[in-house]
């Protein structure tokens, strides 16, 4: 039995497949969908004119580390934000500057991330990172006492919207200008 | 205490009107010390809140306004202080360097601020990238992904595979690939880190790879091949890698470097 394959309903397949996924669907993914083989090159067709048809609608298709996914239009999350009205606890700046760099530096040992702060990496920061899954353990570093080697991983690039590390802005950006001129 | 009424000059020029916040009333330091990061977030402070160049930087005034908080933040907060002591005997040190004469068969010793300055600038551009990082939008507090609901189906096979579908796709790779070889050279330092962590991550779990295992010559395009074996090169160089061959010829084997 062969499927009907007009593009319209190619498309639909696509639709619903991502809007009931809970996790981003990569283009392997999408391709499961079908019986019959489909290039990649024609799910990524497929998948520019879903983002066109969606672009005057409330949610838009984007694409992140780990695959495709639909997401509510920034201008909503004011809104949407009023649904759930428990205060977002915001992460300290210790947690923020150990991301930013286990982001930048990876892979990195706490000794790395200490030498750069210059205060010692309290647990607490490391456990949060570890539990909100944006951070884990890649290996050991062979030194005495085997420091653990930690890196961000594909779900904090999906949390952040990220294709890869590459959409970070480069660490150039953030080396102050008055000291750039003196050199 | 530093507010005086004689003339106030900064490297030759008078200075007629302070920075509007240079002076901090005592009372506010509590406040202030929580705010820190550690001994170089709180130099950071002193130096762009007091205008001071950051390539030349007066060490006797640093020190003797480091101090100040630092003799305040031991008498409310002494588990605080030790990471803060250990960074005043290396600013008292900096300037007794420059105090001292210098041997004359010493031609050109480094600044002995060289290395604080290094130090200094790398925290700032991570702070400042921590705190770009904390602006973007991010799911669970600006980014509501959806999720329609449906009945789970667990009916899908996965398409059949044979070889000549391989073959067929690593020939429309070397095509494709032909055609966009372009890529920014600037953002590949960033894809070898990233890279390097993919390759250590399979390597936890596959302990022993051989080296073209490591590729995945259908799917990544010639610039993602070549960051993939840049990010090999950059393990090796520090010693996370072992790469291993017995023969000239045989097959390359990569494991984590373990003394186990």
């Given at each position: ?183 | ?62 020190t003797r306004q ?115 070889t372009h890529h ?48 090999i090169l950059e ?26």
């Amino acid at each position: 039995m062969r499927e009907q394959h007009n593009i319209g309903q190619l498309k639909n397949v696509l639709e619903v497949a991502l809007l009931t996924s809970s996790e981003p669907l990569s283009l392997d993914d999408m391709a499961r969908l079908f019986a019959e083989r489909i290039e990649r090159a024609t799910l990524r067709m497929l998948l520019d004119e879903l983002k066109q048809d969606w672009e005057a609608r409330t949610m838009e298709l984007v694409q992140v580390a780990t695959g495709y996914r639909f997401q509510a239009r920034p201008e909503y999350s004011v809104f949407l934000a009023r649904l759930n009205p428990e205060k977002q606890t915001k992460y300290s700046r210790a947690v923020m500057e150990t991301l930013a760099i286990i982001a930048y530096k990876q892979p990195v040992t706490r000794g790395d991330i200490e030498e750069i702060r210059g205060v010692a990496v309290n647990s607490n920061v490391m456990r949060q990172l570890l539990e909100r899954d944006w951070v884990d353990v890649v290996g050991q570093r062979e030194v005495p006492g085997r420091p653990s080697l930690y890196a961000t991983t594909k779900h904090f690039l999906d949390d952040l919207n990220l294709r890869s590390l590459a959409d970070l802005p480069p660490m150039e950006a953030f080396i102050q200008q008055d000291a750039q001129l003196d050199f | 205490m530093f507010l005086t009424n004689t003339e106030i000059k900064i490297k030759g020029e008078t200075l007629n009107a302070l920075p509007h916040d240079l002076y901090i009333p005592p009372d506010a330091l509590e406040i202030y010390l929580d705010a820190f990061e550690g001994p170089l977030d709180l130099l950071l402070y002193l130096i762009r809140k007091h205008n001071l160049n950051i390539l030349d930087i007066p060490m006797a005034d640093l020190t003797r306004q480091y101090m100040a908080y630092v003799d305040k933040m031991h008498a409310i907060k002494l588990e605080l202080a030790g990471d803060y002591l250990l960074m005043s005997a290396m600013l008292i040190e900096i300037k007794s360097r420059f105090l001292l004469p210098k041997p004359a068969d010493i031609e050109s010793e480094d600044d002995p601020r060289a290395e604080l300055v290094r130090k200094l600038m790398e925290y700032e551009a991570i702070k400042l990238a921590a705190q770009k990082i904390d602006e973007m939008p991010k799911v669970g507090e600006d980014i509501s992904v959806a999720s329609a609901y449906y009945q789970q189906i667990s009916d899908v096979k996965p398409p059949e595979f044979s070889l000549d579908d391989l073959a067929d796709a690593w020939r429309n790779v070397l095509k494709r690939a032909s055609h966009f070889t372009h890529h920014k050279v600037g953002k590949a330092e960033l894809s070898v880190r990233e890279h390097m962590s993919i390759i250590l991550r399979r390597l936890k779990i596959d302990k022993l790879l051989e080296f073209s295992q490591l590729f995945d010559v259908a799917q990544d395009g010639i610039p993602k091949l070549v960051v993939c074996f840049l990010a090999i090169l950059e393990l090796a160089r520090e010693g996370l890698l072992r790469i291993t061959q017995q023969a000239p010829f045989s097959p390359i084997y990569v494991q984590l470097n373990s003394h186990e």
